[in-house]
């Protein structure tokens, strides 16, 4: 908890205001005991100036602590939808390593809900991507010599909670279209992001879209 740059900058802000708060109350009777006149007959401004500052002072104690609560709300909302099972599914993309033109594609389910993978393409409107093997759990599916496109397939829901959540892993090529002609691609070095449109089934189902850097590969 210590760590938390945030927990201890809300910390620090609260004793700062209460300090400052005591210090306040009891300037005036302190002053007053040692004998000082900080006012003049006509006006006080040295009040009005301690005053307005304890104003600005508690306005921005006031706007940390709503941030670190605010920040606090999110990480519970996280923690408590992957504990009940209704985090989003994620998605990860890395060149394989033995293989620079094919691109290791996992998704994984953390949901209890089940997710359809309707579309997977490369953020470019050049490049098409060639599905070479997908496999889900582990499991190897049937997959066309040559398929340009991807059929839809289900991920199943992490229902079972004590076990590993569903995920799929999908390898791909890339084909690049350069004057009019097909290319494979020998390499994910230079190409943008993979997206995936991705279908979560319920009483309302929702449509979802997960992107990865291809950028950052191993080289």
Request: glycine fraction near 6%; include cysteine.
């Amino acid at each position: 908890m210590l760590t938390d740059r945030g927990f201890c900058v809300a910390v620090t802000t609260a004793v700062a205001l209460i300090a400052f708060v005591v210090f306040m109350r009891f300037l005036p009777d302190f002053v007053e005991w040692q004998g000082w006149k900080w006012c003049n007959p006509d006006e006080c401004n040295v009040q009005t100036w301690l005053g307005s500052l304890s104003g600005w002072f508690g306005g921005f104690a006031a706007f940390i602590t709503i941030l670190f609560i605010m920040r606090q709300l999110r990480e519970q909302k996280r923690q408590t939808d992957f504990a009940i099972g209704d985090a989003m599914p994620t998605l990860d993309a890395i060149e394989h390593l033995q293989d620079n033109a094919e691109l290791v594609v996992r998704i994984v389910n953390w949901n209890r809900r089940a997710i359809v993978v309707r579309h997977i393409k490369v953020d470019d409107p050049t490049t098409t991507v060639m599905l070479n093997r997908l496999t889900i759990n582990g499991k190897d599916k049937p997959v066309a010599t040559i398929s340009f496109s991807i059929q839809p397939f289900v991920i199943p829901g992490w229902e079972n909670r004590n076990g590993a959540p569903a995920h799929a892993e999908i390898r791909l090529a890339a084909i690049i279209e350069v004057e009019n002609n097909l290319n494979l691609s020998k390499s994910w070095h230079d190409l943008p992001r993979i997206v995936v449109d991705v279908q979560m089934l319920g009483d309302a189902h929702k449509a979802i879209v997960l992107k990865a850097d291809t950028g950052l590969l191993l080289r």
